[in-house]
Structure formats: structure tokens, C-alpha cells
């Protein structure tokens, strides 16, 4: 008989609550305020924002077993070309930029939503919102966006790459010559292949799940008070699982602070 089993001695376990009663009421505070958040996003809110220590697993046992999990879509495969990866390694290196239609009510209707953000930090530099998506409207979310960046639209650094897909607005004449102007090299995705521009699509699910499906406003003046406002947190206060759940402005100081330690010239 082995002696291990001679030895041993069974220990009465207690049995553990099912349920944290006061970190499901955190959850749940947290579902009433952010109702888009999935798991992981509630867990990097509990921990980085609100400093609770608390393990993932806890977090989705509660969350499934009370029915508050963000539904998933159903996912097909479709055959597509090689995908091209680039990877943006510090700020102002690649740029990305794409169109979204949102309803502004019956008095406006469906608006064009055009933002411009860095691939490196996944802040949006800048947007607009205007009744026609336009080469025009594009062209003034570029000069947002480098004004913003730079504090003029002739400041870039060389080689700075715009991604985009092959749309009418953004490979007209006219914006073409813009961003040539600028100093900007346009970078065009493969035909019927998004997800070589990932960033901007994802960035823009986000938009529609978090400000354009949850709000009903009236006017486009009113969608852009409510844009402005979500653009505002999103740089600055939402949590990123790519950034190691920072927002945009504190992972690009982190980056700025990096270079500046290893830069020995």
C-alpha cells in the first residue's frame, strides 16, 4: 500500500460564496454606465481604473452566471487574399483613416463620420461630421488631424503613411493630391480585403456599439456634442487590451518617454 495513502487525512472544505455580492454590484454599476463593455473590458476597469484586485475568472463567473455578457456575432469564413501585416512601431508612423454613415434624426438623416487615427496608439487625431461624405470632408479631417498632431498641415515627418481602403472618396483626384501636398503617402489596402486597415475598422465597431446605436439624437449638431464628448474619453479614460489596457494619451507618453531615455544624440 503506498504510504501516502496511509497517511492521508481528508480536510473539511468550506465551501466558498457562489457570488461577491459587492463586486457584482460593481459589475452591474459599471454595465449601467458602459452597457457595450464585455469581460475583459469590465476586469481592466475594475483593476486600472477603480483599483480593485480581482481575477478575470471571477469577473466572467459572475457576468455569465448573471445573464450580463455583450452578445457575439456569428463569425463566417470567407476566402481572401494574403493579408499584408505592418506593424507601426512609434507615433506618427502610420495613420489610418475610413467613412461611417450615422443617423442624426429625421431632420438631418444619415451623416458621414470621418475619423483619422494613429495606428501605433489608436488615438483619434481627428474627425468630422458632415451631410455628404465628400472629398471635402475627408480632406478636413486630415487637416484636423495635423494641426492637432503638429500645430500645422505642413509639419509631418517624411514617410508618414495613410492607410485606407479603395474608396471613391479617399482615391479621388482631389484628396490625393491633398495628402501629396501635405507630405503623407497613401497606403491603399487590397481590393476586398479590410483587414489589412483592422485598426480604423475595429475603431469604428467601436464607435457605432458605444455612441451611434445607444444614442437617439436629433440633429447633427446634437451627434456631434455627443462625439466630441465620447472622443474626448476615449483618448483619454478608456482602457485598451493592445495598449496593456491604457488609454491612447498615456501609452503615447509612455512611447515618448522611452525614446527620450535611449536617445543618445
Not at 114 to 121: A, F, N
Not at 172 to 177: I, P, V
Not at 190 to 202: A, D, H, I, K, Q
Not at 213 to 223: G, K, M, N
Amino acid at each position: 500500500m503506498p504510504r501516502r495513502t496511509t497517511y492521508y487525512q481528508p480536510r473539511q472544505r468550506t465551501a466558498r460564496p457562489l457570488v461577491d455580492g459587492r463586486r457584482a454590484m460593481l459589475i452591474y454599476e459599471i454595465i449601467e454606465a458602459f452597457p457595450f463593455f464585455g469581460i475583459r473590458r469590465v476586469w481592466a476597469y475594475l483593476k486600472h481604473v477603480l483599483g480593485e484586485r480581482v481575477n478575470r475568472k471571477k469577473v466572467a463567473r459572475i457576468m455569465r452566471r448573471n445573464g450580463w455578457t455583450v452578445r457575439q456575432r456569428q463569425t463566417g469564413k470567407r476566402p481572401r487574399v494574403e493579408v499584408k501585416t505592418t506593424i507601426a512601431d512609434h507615433p506618427d508612423q502610420r495613420w489610418c483613416t475610413d467613412l461611417a454613415l450615422v443617423f442624426c434624426g429625421a431632420k438631418d438623416g444619415w451623416c458621414s463620420f470621418v475619423p483619422v487615427l494613429d495606428c501605433c496608439t489608436r488615438e483619434v487625431l481627428g474627425w468630422e461630421l458632415a451631410h455628404t461624405g465628400r472629398a471635402k470632408t475627408a480632406e478636413r479631417t486630415l487637416e484636423a488631424a495635423l494641426i492637432e498632431r503638429f500645430g500645422h498641415v505642413r509639419l509631418a515627418p517624411a514617410g508618414l503613411m495613410l492607410c485606407h481602403d479603395n474608396g471613391l472618396l479617399l482615391g479621388s483626384k482631389l484628396y490625393r493630391s491633398t495628402a501629396k501636398d501635405y507630405g503623407l503617402q497613401q497606403e491603399f489596402i487590397t481590393p476586398y480585403t479590410p483587414e489589412e486597415n483592422g485598426l480604423c475598422e475595429r475603431f469604428i465597431r467601436s464607435f457605432k456599439e458605444e455612441v451611434a446605436w445607444i444614442h437617439r439624437v436629433e440633429s447633427i449638431e446634437q451627434a456631434r456634442q455627443k462625439i466630441a464628448h465620447w472622443v474626448h474619453w476615449y483618448n483619454t479614460k478608456r482602457p485598451h487590451q493592445a495598449l496593456e489596457y491604457m488609454n491612447p494619451v498615456q501609452y503615447r507618453q509612455k512611447i515618448q518617454k522611452i525614446t527620450k531615455k535611449y536617445c543618445f544624440c
